[in-house]
């Protein structure tokens, strides 16, 4: 009997936890902010708008609805790096979401789940290799979502395409110069290792996935700000010990949040990783880990 109401109890708990991590998952979106002192003085503050890992699927209405509410933020500057995609026909459903966005500058680049649909796998594959590891999963199939048309709807609004480019733009007075690759999680970065614009006012590197040869690349070529996303945060969180995998080769400790990354002989850059506001369609789960938004408010 003892067992048996054991097993029960336990068959409870584990189905009421999964209960939790699909609304958590799918409903409890949440908007972080930070500062970051980067800009020089005497410089108007910057609110950066900073999208990642939106993994839309059309019917996805709660998520759409919320990036729809984004655009009452009022940022001055968006920042989307990457994975917005999780099904053929999300393009115009996700530009639509965007709209009140899309007039705003913005820059961008493409992550693996812009050119591959997602794929049903074990969790456990997740977990078990999660750390340290590019190029897994099934990339050697021809990409299948329609990655051109996204980055035509981006390009046509005026969001500068930064997969392995550079650009920059002028906002409220600060010209920004951007460095960008592709995603490195598929190893399409292209890192040319050149100084960023040192007559910009501001320099950032933006990336989808927060692998340390991209970070220190964009460290050493004096980038102050450096954006990234992939790592869902870990997805799943214990508390009091945080993500259990990265997704890649950054630490644990760094899966989300506002942190720095510095290679010797060079001055620190400060490095925000989203944990996104999607997941895989095939696994809609997360705990202590709400998919998020960040607004970054660059300051002297």
């Not at 097993?7 to 799918?26: K, R």
């Not at 961008?108 to 750390?131: A, C, H, I, M």
């Not at 733009?169 to 995603?183: H, Q, S």
Request: charged fraction near 20%; glycine fraction near 10%; include cysteine.
């Amino acid at each position: 009997m003892r067992l048996g109401r054991l097993a029960a109890a336990t068959t409870a708990l584990g189905l009421g936890t999964l209960g939790y991590s699909y609304v958590e998952a799918t409903r409890r979106f949440v908007v972080r902010e930070f500062t970051a002192p980067v800009l020089p003085a005497g410089h108007e503050p910057l609110r950066v708008l900073h999208l990642s890992d939106i993994h839309l699927v059309p019917g996805q209405l709660p998520k759409r609805e919320w990036l729809e509410s984004l655009a009452a933020l009022e940022p001055d500057l968006v920042v989307d790096t990457g994975d917005n995609l999780a099904h053929a026909d999300s393009v115009s459903p996700l530009v639509a979401s965007l709209a009140g966005l899309l007039g705003v500058p913005g820059v961008f680049v493409f992550g693996s789940n812009d050119y591959f649909s997602p794929k049903l796998k074990s969790p456990t594959t997740y977990l078990s290799g999660g750390t340290g590891v590019d190029v897994g999963g099934d990339w050697s199939r021809s990409p299948d979502l329609p990655f051109e048309d996204l980055r035509a709807a981006f390009t046509q609004q005026g969001w500068l395409d930064l997969n392995n480019d550079r650009g920059e733009l002028t906002v409220k007075g600060t010209r920004i110069a951007f460095t960008g690759v592709d995603d490195p999680h598929l190893r399409f970065d292209r890192l040319d290792h050149q100084p960023a614009d040192a007559t910009a006012d501001l320099r950032i590197g933006v990336a989808h996935a927060p692998y340390l040869r991209v970070l220190d690349s964009f460290n050493a070529a004096g980038n102050e700000l450096i954006l990234a996303g992939h790592t869902h945060g870990g997805q799943l969180q214990v508390p009091g010990f945080g993500a259990l995998v990265t997704n890649c080769d950054i630490d644990r400790a760094r899966a989300n949040g506002l942190h720095t990354h510095q290679t010797p002989g060079h001055h620190a850059s400060w490095l925000h990783v989203s944990a996104g506001c999607g997941t895989s369609p095939f696994t809609p789960f997360r705990f202590s880990c709400r998919p998020e938004a960040t607004v970054l408010t660059l300051t002297g």
